[in-house]
């Protein structure tokens, strides 16, 4: 599919609102209509691949679950390779971690230590950005093992929870901002 045939496609359109989910007040944005609908995946797939174009990424790292459906094929995409942001105890060789907050409590990442040799160019990517706290964990992994974040992508951002200023002072860019 070519980027002509995906230039009018509002991903927007391929969002689902789903009301009062997981909690009364809280509506949840799904996005798996993006991923079923062809032309909106490639629309997606294509766009993240455009904003990071001439970053000079080498790796895409991104988080478990949700992470890792579009963060390999912007990867493919880039010529970079792909690393695997996992809770602790799913990956088999030697690994670094952190923890970090959430609005609920805490949570821990990964990462195979070896995957990410020191001075290594990385686009931290999520499918989504809410007050920014998994991806300013994945950023402090790819900080310690001495890389450097070049951008943060999203395919879809809540802005109104502040998740970008959260991040500074990286790059943030994502495809679909949510205002309220």
Do not use: N, W
């Amino acid at each position: 599919m070519s980027r002509e045939e995906t230039a009018g496609v509002d991903l927007k359109d391929h969002v689902v609102d789903i009301p009062d989910h997981p909690t009364p007040g809280v509506t949840f944005r799904d996005i798996s209509p993006v991923l079923a609908h062809p032309e909106a995946l490639a629309a997606a797939v294509d766009r993240l691949t455009e904003a990071a174009r001439d970053l000079g990424v080498q790796r895409v790292i991104g988080a478990e679950a949700r992470g890792f459906l579009l963060g390999p094929a912007v990867a493919r995409e880039l010529g970079a390779g792909f690393i695997l942001a996992r809770k602790p105890d799913k990956l088999p060789r030697a690994t670094i971690g952190v923890t970090y907050e959430l609005e609920y409590g805490t949570d821990e990442l990964q990462v195979h230590a070896d995957l990410l040799p020191s001075g290594t160019r990385v686009l931290v990517h999520d499918d989504l950005l809410a007050t920014g706290g998994t991806a300013r964990a994945l950023c402090a992994l790819v900080e310690r093992l001495g890389g450097e974040v070049v951008g943060c992508s999203f395919l879809a951002e809540l802005a109104f929870l502040g998740g970008r200023a959260a991040l500074a002072p990286h790059d943030v860019f994502s495809l679909i901002s949510y205002e309220d």
